[in-house]
């Protein structure tokens, strides 16, 4: 009797062991998934980032642009200046 007695006291103390094994397991589990959902969170902005990057990378690639002009005219003495369309041939 008295061995079973024992045997019960060891079973209830594995099983309240086990318990908190699986509670410790399951806020495991719940911080991997909060984790998993940050570094998604994450990549959707650097990819949300990176495309808007490649559309002004794109947009300032572009060789067209509109450009002011100015300059003084010696020979009618008078100041000029314009808008047009350039081709920028050589950048700085």
Do not use: H
């Not at 984790?35 to 990176?50: C, D, I, N």
């Not at 300059?71 to 350039?86: L, Q, W």
């Amino acid at each position: 009797m008295e061995l079973i007695e024992t045997q019960a006291a060891e079973l209830t103390a594995l099983r309240e062991y086990l318990s908190a094994q699986n509670a410790s397991l399951e806020q495991i589990v719940e911080e991997f998934g909060a984790l998993e959902a940050a570094v998604a969170k994450e990549r959707a902005a650097w990819q949300a980032e990176t495309e808007r990057l490649t559309k002004q990378n794109r947009r300032l690639s572009s060789p067209w642009a509109v450009g002011l002009f100015g300059g003084y005219d010696p020979f009618r003495d008078e100041v000029v200046c314009g808008v047009g369309v350039v081709y920028s041939v050589i950048r700085f």
